[in-house]
């Protein structure tokens, strides 16, 4: 392959040019926050690798937010691909530009119909051996390999935001995927140096699926007229990461209303959706990659305190302020996604039920003295079932099945939950 490059050590110049970019070899397409984090993973852990977007403006600006910290990197010019499409090549100097298997990571916008048309083109383009990976949050994998002639070749491979900060990555399972090609992920996910988390295919998944209660519970507490600052104290005294207003921020306000709208779909006895987040994206407060969420960023730093807009729509939107104490807002962030976790364990979403210390650790950043079983072990059965009659009637995440609520009367929570699946 002819391809015009140039070392990182002088200014890159990227312009058009028109070589054959070989069909073997790892490819992200799409060059978004999302694609430009997956196209970090890969380089930090300094693999060859082909970034991809119909628009080269777009790989012009990832190319600016990536940084290269280890090896000596070759980058390609920018070059047309197909038709539609313009790619990008990253190769460290040491190693060969032979590349034995084809993989294909998708992290396009989140439409059903426009990754399908995608992935039936690039079955064609890539050729009957490539493997084929959507990141999706959203949709069933099943539902996008409908478009597919080969759909034992694709799977879900779904990396967290921020992608450097989170050790995990989801591997999804559709009808039709084949072990072979769920093996060969799970290899490329290790060799990124992340954990896989392979789960079974369903609404959510697993990390989003105990993620989604738990972010619109924030959102209901800003307009029940709980401040913002003890949200994240809550927060981080359970063991996440950050606020959840700040991951919402992280996320995106148009994937977290995409996400949120899914898991009503399929849950809609299980979530209250949050009208405030339609009014955020109606503010175009669309998140951290626009500096305006429901905080205001200045290159990449969140500000101390909700943004003045935010305010704003948090007072608009309060028509009954609550009396909480600080447990009672932890509970309500937290008991809904042990809730969650059971019935998805129940519905066989997972096998072993340490998949979801995993999913809370690797996929959010759950980090506490004990692990996030143990949080609710610590808490005791009593505890929760207290939490539940009381906050039941007014929040619906804190509804759980009547079977649940019985076996922890006799059962810790981890019990309770693994005994659940089984009832």
């Known amino acids: 392959m002819n391809v015009e490059r140039t070392t990182l050590s002088a200014d890159l110049a990227v312009q058009e040019t028109t070589a054959d970019v070989p069909v073997v070899g790892i490819y992200l397409v799409g060059a978004g926050v999302v694609g430009s984090a997956i196209l970090q993973a890969h380089l930090d852990a300094g693999v060859t690798v082909w970034l991809v977007d119909q628009d080269q403006d777009a790989i012009v600006i990832a190319l600016q937010r990536v940084r290269f910290d280890d090896g000596d990197w070759d980058v390609s010019s920018v070059q047309k691909f197909t038709d539609s499409m313009s790619a990008i090549q990253f190769r460290r100097r040491e190693q060969p530009l032979s590349c034995k298997q084809t993989l294909v990571i998708e992290s396009i916008v989140e439409k059903l119909e426009v990754k399908q048309a995608f992935f039936a083109e690039a079955e064609q383009v890539f050729g009957d051996q490539a493997l084929l990976c959507t990141n999706t949050s959203t949709f069933s994998v099943s539902r996008i390999a409908e478009s597919l002639e080969r759909p034992e070749r694709f799977s879900g491979m779904h990396f967290f935001m921020p992608v450097a900060e989170r050790p995990a990555v989801e591997l999804i399972a559709g009808r039709e995927t084949h072990a072979a090609t769920t093996q060969a992920c799970i290899s490329h996910v290790q060799r990124l140096g992340k954990e896989p988390l392979v789960v079974g295919d369903g609404p959510a998944f697993v990390v989003n699926r105990l993620l989604s209660p738990y972010l619109n519970e924030a959102m209901l507490l800003l307009c029940r007229g709980v401040s913002a600052a003890r949200i994240e104290n809550a927060a981080l005294r359970y063991g996440m990461p950050m606020s959840p207003l700040e991951l919402i921020d992280w996320i995106?306000?148009?994937?977290?209303?995409?996400?949120?709208?899914?898991?009503?779909?399929?849950?809609?006895?299980?979530?209250?959706?949050?009208?405030?987040?339609?009014?955020?994206?109606?503010?175009?407060?669309?998140?951290?990659?626009?500096?305006?969420?429901?905080?205001?960023?200045?290159?990449?730093?969140?500000?101390?305190?909700?943004?003045?807009?935010?305010?704003?729509?948090?007072?608009?939107?309060?028509?009954?302020?609550?009396?909480?104490?600080?447990?009672?807002?932890?509970?309500?962030?937290?008991?809904?996604?042990?809730?969650?976790?059971?019935?998805?364990?129940?519905?066989?979403?997972?096998?072993?039920?340490?998949?979801?210390?995993?999913?809370?650790?690797?996929?959010?950043?759950?980090?506490?003295?004990?692990?996030?079983?143990?949080?609710?072990?610590?808490?005791?059965?009593?505890?929760?079932?207290?939490?539940?009659?009381?906050?039941?009637?007014?929040?619906?995440?804190?509804?759980?099945?009547?079977?649940?609520?019985?076996?922890?009367?006799?059962?810790?929570?981890?019990?309770?939950l693994v005994e659940y699946a089984e009832v």
């Open 252 to 416: 995106g306000m148009s994937t977290m209303f995409d996400a949120g709208r899914a898991f009503w779909q399929a849950f809609p006895q299980r979530l209250d959706p949050a009208p405030l987040l339609v009014a955020m994206i109606k503010s175009k407060r669309f998140g951290r990659a626009a500096d305006a969420g429901f905080y205001d960023y200045v290159e990449g730093r969140r500000s101390a305190e909700l943004a003045t807009r935010s305010v704003e729509l948090c007072q608009e939107y309060c028509k009954t302020e609550w009396a909480l104490e600080d447990g009672q807002i932890r509970d309500l962030l937290a008991i809904p996604m042990w809730i969650e976790a059971a019935c998805a364990f129940k519905d066989g979403v997972v096998s072993d039920h340490h998949s979801f210390d995993l999913a809370m650790s690797g996929g959010l950043g759950y980090e506490h003295q004990r692990s996030w079983h143990g949080y609710f072990d610590s808490l005791g059965s009593d505890h929760v079932l207290r939490a539940v009659d009381t906050w039941a009637v007014h929040a619906r995440a804190m509804h759980a099945p009547l079977a649940l609520l019985e076996l922890l009367r006799t059962h810790s929570p981890t019990q309770a």
